[in-house]
């Protein structure tokens, strides 16, 4: 037979056969129901895709392609500072994907430790906010203070998100991690409940800090066990909140 258009290759020809020969047959299928699916062929070829082809894999969010330290205009966002402890604690991260979840925010009207605004916020489960969510809000306003107004500041002030890092559970409250080096750092929380298994895997939680440096967003990580306070004027962000309120 004269071939007039593209040459597939055998093992299309082989598949295409095989689905011809167990397409349904009358009266398994009437006239009427098999026009309709020949004069509507994208919608055929949906359905068929729908069932023939394997799921699309959902994006994943992969925090070192998207924290990168880059001022330039044509920084999709520009970042001009990621300290050590973001690097060595979320760089590595690989987030599954998922749509950007609603974020409140409450401002603090005085300094408060990490576990006190925690506390507030009402537990480590409602405190959680991913590395995703805090990245759509930078891309947001990705180029301070050209871009449209968004929630985080850009007064100098700290954006806080607490951020949980995947890690191995050790002993206790004894954890460790893979730094940017690739050696294994032990770690110890003195508060069990910021060490925590989420679908059999160990997360402990950190405090992220985001702030506008004046030529690109500066990102810091800490302990949330750490002995110092967040200043008063630094906005905190939640999945929980939904409106914006003082502290």
């Known amino acids: 037979m004269e071939n007039h258009g593209t040459a597939f290759p055998s093992w299309y020809i082989t598949f295409q056969q095989a689905a011809i020969a167990n397409l349904p047959r009358p009266p398994q299928i009437d006239k009427d129901t098999a026009l309709g699916w020949a004069n509507n062929g994208e919608e055929l070829g949906r359905v068929l895709g729908s069932v023939l082809l394997p799921p699309v894999a959902a994006k994943q969010f992969i925090a070192r392609e998207k924290f990168v330290v880059n001022t330039s205009p044509e920084a999709h966002v520009k970042i001009s500072f990621i300290g050590a402890n973001f690097q060595n604690w979320h760089l590595s991260a690989i987030e599954e994907a998922a749509s950007p979840a609603e974020l409140g925010f409450f401002t603090l009207e005085t300094a408060m430790f990490d576990k006190d605004i925690i506390a507030k916020i009402g537990g480590v489960s409602k405190a959680i906010v991913s590395l995703a969510d805090v990245y759509s809000k930078m891309e947001k306003q990705p180029h301070e203070p050209k871009s449209p107004a968004g929630d985080f500041l850009t007064s100098g002030h700290a954006n806080i998100s607490y951020v949980p890092q995947a890690v191995k559970k050790l002993d206790g409250n004894r954890f460790s991690y893979i730094n940017t080096a ?5 770690e110890e929380v003195a508060d069990s409940q910021y060490l925590f298994e989420v679908g059999g895997r ?23 066990e750490r002995p110092g306070r967040w200043s008063g004027g630094s906005r905190v962000f939640s999945r929980k909140l939904l409106g914006t309120q003082a502290a």
């Not at 160990?202 to 949330?224: C, H, K, N, T």
């Open 182 to 186: 690739g050696h294994e750092v032990p």
């Open 202 to 224: 160990w997360f402990v939680l950190r405090a992220v800090g985001v702030r506008w440096g004046g030529g690109g967003w500066d990102l810091g990580a800490s302990s949330v």
